[in-house]
Nanobody, 124 residues
Framework: QLQLVESGGGLVQPGGSLRLSCAAS????????IGWIRQVPGKEREGVSC???????NYADSVKGRFTISRDNAKNTVYLQMNSLKPEDTAVYYC??????????????????WGQGTQVTVSS
């Protein structure tokens, strides 16, 4: 089965850093576009970042310059390094996968397979 498992969330103070991991099983990550999406209860989901099978990356304006997406194909894992965290980054973060060739979906949200999510809380 195609599975995605997020980890690395937790509580961090403003200005701190976290690295989220998205481990894939049941498929080879290299063939897929992987996105990170976050959601706050009562709010619309936001596409945070995306990395395509060809290595193209996209970032939401709200995280550009602070977050970095990367891939380790040997570990079948995608990472999201989050620096300079702000309280407004607090959300459940999901990774998701789909076949998009060498590109990312324009809205960062249109994926067929999703992980269970990991909570990120930024607070002093």
């Amino acid at each position: 089965q195609l599975q995605l498992v997020e980890s690395g969330g937790g509580l961090v103070q403003p200005g701190g850093s976290l690295r989220l991991s998205c481990a894939a099983s049941g498929f080879t990550l290299d063939y897929y576009t992987i996105g990170w999406i976050r959601q706050v209860p009562g709010k619309e989901r936001e596409g945070v970042s995306c990395i395509s099978s060809g290595g193209r990356t996209n970032y939401a304006d709200s995280v550009k310059g602070r977050f970095t997406i990367s891939r380790d194909n040997a570990k079948n894992t995608v990472y999201l390094q989050m620096n300079s965290l702000k309280p407004e980054d607090t959300a459940v973060y999901y990774c998701a996968a789909d076949l998009y060739g060498s590109r990312c979906p324009p809205n960062g949200l249109d994926f067929g397979s999703w992980g269970q999510g990991t909570q990120v809380t930024v607070s002093s």
